[in-house]
């Protein structure tokens, strides 16, 4: 056993928890769209083609935002394709996955799954082989009245009212060499200045995601940012961010401790995003949006062979990965000053928390943490100290074994807690110094039987979430015993 304690006090603030942080990235690729979310041939299909399994297990995420049409996909797609009557679209060629894009699934359908799904939607334009007048086409398509051309297409389309589209992203990974259209940071940057003033010329309300660097380790990474921001800053309202991480080594301990370097790209792009407002004398500091996240390692199978829904990177997550990405979650709301959009990337298929095999659909490991946090995510992040066991990782420096975040709402406590011990129960010792806890309001915890295990069609419910009773309160504190490698979701009521 070892003990850790959590010392708070309720004024001592990070900022408000955005709930765009629990959003998600659906793409044009393998089988996220279609056999994913859209799939009129299931036996699943809602009215509109769109599985009611997926969307059902979906609803329990609570994802506020999501992230369409790409990705890498958008750096060659033309959003007129996939508009007006399915008869009349083409059948295209996708070269960032080699793939065959039928059109089936569009503008339209996307904005029609958002409002059944109760998201909003973030549209990414194409500034790889597309123009910024493209994209600013595109947002009169969507949030157009009725009277000029392409809202009159909409129209025509059958959708009278405006979709009220409010985030744009500019564009995807511009940083790296594989993307359609890459080119260097300050032609990137004019690009993106001149499309974000003729889409914010048609919508003044519009929100802006500029791209930031998509890889740490990319020669390019922050000098990009800088350079992006020196020239657009005053155009951008958030700046994005990337990151997928693996156990390649096969060093749990070490896997764990990612965070610290999750937490380390947020603070650089942070300094990046001050410099840029006090070299541009601005009031208001771009934000980060980290519209890209997730386990992935295993599965590198990124050309489609030019077939409709091919299998890629189709990822078997177990509970190691669960507990990373409950990792990345309570890195964003430490961050709550300044991350304030995130989107795991993806939502079905695709490296996703869900998995679909024929009529089938498995619930992964990864999916439990975000649907724990979310729906505890409303509040204030709270700075705190962890006082208890360390240990050192060799790629990422010492960590506590505890990893926490947590959210404080009136009278409500929010702790989500990893113990990160391979063999050891952990102690947990909460400490709220201005406030009284005074019951558990309600609790969950993920573990399994070993680091790697996962769930399977076979075996669904290895590695899934449970209530967690094992919470005392005494003299106004809360103490709970977590097991090795596990998480856990704790609602504590305050007096």
Same mark, same amino acid.
Request: net charge negative; glycine share 6%.
């Given at each position: 056993m070892e003990k850790s304690a ?8 990070v900022?408000t ?6 959003g998600g990235? *659906? ?5 996220a769209?279609y056999?994913?979310?859209?799939d009129?041939?299931?036996k699943? /299909?809602?009215?509109?083609?769109c ?5 059902e297990a979906?609803?329990?995420l609570k ?8 990705g890498n996909?958008?750096s060659g797609?033309h959003?007129?394709d996939g508009?007006?009557p399915?008869?009349n679209?083409p059948t295209v060629?996708d070269l960032?996955?080699?793939s065959?894009?039928?059109?089936m699934f569009?503008t339209?359908?996307f904005?029609?799954?958002?409002? +059944?799904?109760n998201?909003s939607?973030?549209?990414s334009i194409n500034l790889?082989?597309g123009?910024?007048?493209e994209?600013?086409?595109w947002?009169e398509y969507?949030?157009?009245q009725?009277?000029?051309?392409y809202?009159d297409m909409?129209?025509?389309?059958g #959708? ?7 985030l744009?992203?500019?564009?995807n990974?511009m940083d ?5 259209g890459?080119?260097?940071a ?5 690009r993106?200045?001149q499309a ?12 802006m ?8 380790d990319?020669?390019t990474?922050?000098?990009?940012d800088?350079?992006?921001l020196e020239y657009?800053a ?16 096969d ?13 380390k790209q947020i603070?650089e792009?942070e300094?990046?995003?001050r410099y840029?407002?006090?070299k #541009? +004398? *601005?009031?208001?500091?771009t934000?980060?949006c980290?519209d890209e996240?997730n386990?992935w390692?295993?599965?590198h199978?990124?050309?489609g062979n ?7 990177i189709e990822?078997v997550?177990n509970l190691?990965d669960?507990l990373?990405?409950?990792?990345f ?5 430490r961050?709550a000053d ?8 993806q939502?079905?298929?695709i490296?996703a928390? *869900?998995?679909?095999k024929g009529?089938?659909?498995?619930i ?6 975000f649907e724990m946090?979310s ?6 992040s709270l700075?705190?100290a962890v006082?208890g066991?360390?240990y050192a990782?060799p790629?990422?420096? +010492?960590v506590?074994?505890?990893?926490v975040?947590?959210?404080l709402s009136?009278?409500?406590l929010?702790?989500?807690?990893t113990?990160?011990?391979l ?17 558990l309001?309600n ?5 399994g039987?070993? /680091?790697?295990?996962s769930?399977?069609f076979e075996?669904?419910?290895?590695v899934?979430?449970?209530p967690?009773d094992s919470?005392?309160?005494n ?8 097991p090795p ?6 609602? *504590?009521?305050?007096k």
């Amino acid at each position: 056993m070892e003990k850790s304690a959590i010392h708070l006090h309720s004024k001592i603030q990070v900022g408000t928890v955005d709930p765009r942080i629990f959003g998600g990235f *659906l793409e044009h690729m393998g089988r996220a769209v279609y056999q994913g979310v859209y799939d009129p041939e299931s036996k699943h /299909a809602d009215e509109d083609g769109c599985r009611k399994d997926v969307l059902e297990a979906l609803e329990r995420l609570k994802m506020t935002v999501v992230r369409y049409p790409g990705g890498n996909f958008v750096s060659g797609y033309h959003w007129e394709d996939g508009v007006g009557p399915r008869e009349n679209r083409p059948t295209v060629r996708d070269l960032a996955w080699n793939s065959i894009e039928t059109n089936m699934f569009g503008t339209d359908e996307f904005i029609q799954l958002c409002r +059944k799904m109760n998201w909003s939607p973030m549209m990414s334009i194409n500034l790889g082989t597309g123009t910024p007048e493209e994209g600013r086409n595109w947002v009169e398509y969507c949030n157009g009245q009725k009277g000029t051309k392409y809202a009159d297409m909409r129209i025509d389309n059958g #959708n009278s009212d405006p979709f009220d589209v409010k985030l744009w992203c500019l564009g995807n990974e511009m940083d790296a060499e594989w993307q359609l259209g890459h080119v260097p940071a300050r032609e990137y940057a004019i690009r993106a200045q001149q499309a974000s003033k003729l889409m914010k010329d048609f919508d003044r309300s519009l929100e802006m995601v500029v791209c930031g660097s998509c890889n740490v380790d990319l020669p390019t990474y922050m000098t990009w940012d800088r350079e992006v921001l020196e020239y657009v800053a005053s155009y951008a309202d958030y700046i994005s961010a990337h990151r997928y991480v693996g156990n390649e080594n096969d060093d749990t301990a070490d896997f764990l401790a990612v965070t610290n370097s999750i937490d380390k790209q947020i603070e650089e792009t942070e300094a990046v995003c001050r410099y840029a407002q006090a070299k #541009n +004398k *601005l009031w208001k500091r771009t934000a980060i949006c980290f519209d890209e996240w997730n386990v992935w390692y295993r599965t590198h199978d990124v050309d489609g062979n030019q077939q409709i829904a091919p299998h890629l990177i189709e990822e078997v997550y177990n509970l190691e990965d669960a507990l990373v990405a409950a990792g990345f979650l309570n890195s964003f709301i430490r961050h709550a000053d300044t991350v304030k959009i995130a989107n795991i990337a993806q939502i079905v298929n695709i490296i996703a928390p *869900l998995l679909t095999k024929g009529d089938g659909l498995l619930i992964q490991s990864i999916f439990y943490p975000f649907e724990m946090m979310s729906r505890r995510r409303n509040g204030v992040s709270l700075r705190f100290a962890v006082e208890g066991p360390e240990y050192a990782s060799p790629s990422y420096g +010492k960590v506590n074994t505890i990893d926490v975040s947590t959210i404080l709402s009136e009278n409500e406590l929010q702790l989500f807690t990893t113990n990160r011990s391979l063999d050891k129960t952990a102690e947990i010792h909460v400490n709220l110094a201005d406030r009284e806890i005074v019951s558990l309001s309600n609790a969950e915890i993920l573990t399994g039987p070993d /680091a790697k295990a996962s769930n399977s069609f076979e075996k669904p419910d290895v590695v899934i979430s449970q209530p967690f009773d094992s919470v005392t309160i005494n003299k106004g504190k809360a103490i709970y015993e977590m097991p090795p490698l596990s998480f856990a979701a704790v609602s *504590l009521k305050l007096k």
